[in-house]
T-cell receptor, first 112, second 112 residues
Framework: NAGVTQTPKFRVLKTGQSMTLLCAQD?????MYWYRQDPGMGLRLIHY???????AKGEVPDGYNVSRLKKQNFLLGLESAAPSQTSVYFC???????????FGPGTRLTVT | GESVGLHLPTLSVQEGDNSIINCAYS??????FIWYKQESGKGPQFIID?????DKRQGQRVTVLLNKTVKHLSLQIAATQPGDSAVYFC???????????FGTGTKLQVIP
């Protein structure tokens, strides 16, 4: 039981490049989330999903897209990376009737 | 490790002493609170939670106190150990599973 895994762990992009971050969970959780964490700030919700095939915008969705084609996977895409998207990205998942979120180890993204 | 510890308030505690980490929450409508622990280079990890109809909850070596009058939450760690060194942050939930707001965190340093 690996819990929540994220790929890749580190990435450096040039401005304008695109990439996809992959989150996978093996706990059969319904809900999945993408957050970004910046120094001095709390976790901020980018997008989330309440089930396979559904996605919704969070607090800071601009510049990101997501897809949840399979229940266990939640993908975060950056179509045209900007330096303001330099951050640490965390994926999380939870069961339907629990507030407790299980987090992945994070992806550190640097956009130059 | 990640840079999440920058610009955070820091609490330094001698090994074996008790630690008290405080959190002021913002929304008087919040009805559920969680404390997370984040070690360097890792994702946040659930520690303990409390509902708004309670003012105290105990776990293993941890106690959470809730004062709704002044919108204050605290996490007490008994007999602090080196493994407790991490960033701790609270999260509040104000209606609906998606409306979770995370605090910025406090860095706990345990002095051996």
């Amino acid at each position: 039981n690996a819990g929540v895994t994220q790929t890749p762990k580190f990435r450096v992009l040039k401005t304008g490049q695109s990439m996809t971050l992959l989150c996978a969970q093996d706990m059969n959780h319904e809900y999945m989330y993408w957050y970004r964490q910046d120094p001095g700030m709390g976790l901020r919700l980018i997008h989330y999903s309440v089930g396979e095939g559904t996605t919704a915008k969070g607090e800071v969705p601009d510049g990101y897209n997501v897809s949840r084609l399979k229940k266990q996977n939640f993908l975060l895409g950056l179509e045209s990376a900007a330096p303001s998207q330099t951050s640490v990205y965390f994926c999380a998942s939870r069961m339907g009737r629990s507030y407790e979120q299980y987090f992945g180890p994070g992806t550190r993204l640097t956009v130059t | 490790g990640e840079s999440v510890g920058l610009h955070l308030p820091t609490l330094s505690v001698q090994e074996g002493d008790n630690s008290i980490i405080n959190c002021a929450y913002s929304n008087s409508a919040s009805d559920y609170f969680i404390w997370y622990k984040q070690e360097s280079g890792k994702g946040p990890q659930f520690i303990i939670d409390i509902r708004s109809n309670m003012d105290k909850r105990q776990g293993q070596r941890v106690t959470v106190l809730l004062n709704k009058t002044v919108k204050h939450l605290s996490l007490q760690i008994a007999a602090t150990q080196p493994g407790d060194s991490a960033v701790y942050f609270c999260a509040e939930n104000a209606g609906g599973y998606q409306k979770v707001t995370f605090g910025t965190g406090t860095k706990l340093q345990v002095i051996p």
